[in-house]
C-alpha cells in the first residue's frame, strides 16, 4: 500500500455539470486507440450476459435480478479496460495480454473490494426475488412474458418497489465505486480509503455525479434492450470514460 496517501489528504476535485460528457469522449477515444482488446472485454461482457440468460431462460425473475446485479459488479470487472486507459496515458503499447493480469498489483484489496460488491449483489439478488414473490401479479414462464406483463397495471405497484430497490442498491454502489478500481489500480492504495475517497468525489459533485450516474444508467439499460449486443460496446466505452471520471475528479 501506498503509505504517503495516508499521511496526507486526498485531493478532490470539483467538476462541472457537463464534464461527465468529456469523459465520455475521452473514453471513445481510448476506445478507438485500442479497439481489440477494449471489444475483447466487450465481448466477455456479452459472453458472460448470455451464458446467464440461457442458464435461467426458465427463471426470468432471476435474469432480472441477475442482470441488474451485473450491472453492479461491472466497477470491478472492468479493470482491464482501465489498464488500457492508463497504459494509453502513459504511452505504453496498447495490448491486450498486459492487462489480463493487471489485478495482479492490488490483489488483496481488488479481492476485498469484489468481496463487498458480491454482498451487495446477493442482498440485491434477495430483495428483488422478494419483491416479485409478493407483488407481482402474472406467470413468469419466460423473459417476453415477463416483459410484456411488468407494464400492466396490475403490476404497478411491483414495477415502483422493483425500481425503488433497485435504485437504493445502484446508489450505494455507486456511492462507493466510482473511483475506487481505478485508484487501487493506479495508486496501489487500499479499499477502504479508496472506497471512501468515492464518497468524498460524490459528495463534492453531486450534480455531475447525477449526471455520470444517468448516463451510466440508460447507456447500460439501451445495452441490455438490445440482447447484450450492446454491451460489446457500452461496456468498454463506458469503462474507459470512469478511468478518465477518476483522473479527472481524483487530484495527486
Not at 496517501?5 to 469522449?25: D, M, S
Not at 442458464?55 to 466497477?75: C, D, E, K, N, T
Not at 409478493?134 to 417476453?144: D, E, H, K, P
Not at 406483463?149 to 437504493?168: E, R, T
Request: aromatic share 12%; glycine share 6%.
Amino acid at each position: 500500500m501506498d503509505t504517503t496517501l495516508l499521511r496526507q489528504p486526498i485531493e478532490i476535485r470539483q467538476v462541472e455539470l457537463h464534464t461527465p460528457f468529456a469523459w465520455l469522449r475521452a473514453g471513445l477515444d481510448d476506445l478507438r486507440a485500442a479497439p481489440l482488446p477494449s471489444l475483447f472485454y466487450g465481448l466477455c461482457f456479452a459472453v458472460i450476459g448470455y451464458l446467464l440468460a440461457y442458464v435461467l431462460r426458465y427463471q426470468p425473475q432471476h435474469i432480472a435480478a441477475a442482470s441488474a446485479g451485473f450491472m453492479l459488479l461491472s466497477p470491478a470487472l472492468a479493470i482491464g479496460l482501465y489498464s488500457l486507459s492508463q497504459r494509453r496515458e502513459a504511452g505504453l503499447p496498447q495490448r491486450l495480454v498486459p492487462t489480463l493480469t493487471a489485478w495482479r498489483r492490488n490483489l488483496y484489496n481488488l479481492l476485498l473490494f469484489l468481496l463487498v460488491l458480491s454482498v451487495i449483489f446477493l442482498v440485491w439478488a434477495r430483495a428483488s426475488l422478494l419483491s416479485f414473490a409478493v407483488f407481482y401479479a402474472g406467470n413468469q414462464s419466460t423473459l417476453a412474458d415477463l416483459l410484456r406483463q411488468i407494464v400492466a397495471p396490475d403490476n404497478f405497484v411491483f414495477l415502483g418497489i422493483w425500481l425503488g430497490i433497485g435504485f437504493c442498491f445502484a446508489t450505494l454502489v455507486f456511492l462507493i465505486s466510482v473511483t475506487t478500481v481505478p485508484m487501487m489500480l493506479d495508486r496501489n492504495t487500499d479499499a477502504i480509503s479508496a472506497a471512501l475517497t468515492s464518497v468524498r468525489v460524490v459528495a463534492a459533485n453531486l450534480g455531475p455525479m447525477a449526471v455520470w450516474a444517468a448516463i451510466i444508467a440508460w447507456a447500460s439499460a439501451a445495452a441490455l434492450l438490445m440482447g447484450f449486443i450492446g454491451i460489446i460496446v457500452v461496456g468498454p466505452l463506458l469503462g474507459h470514460a470512469s478511468w478518465h471520471a477518476y483522473r479527472s475528479l481524483v487530484g495527486k
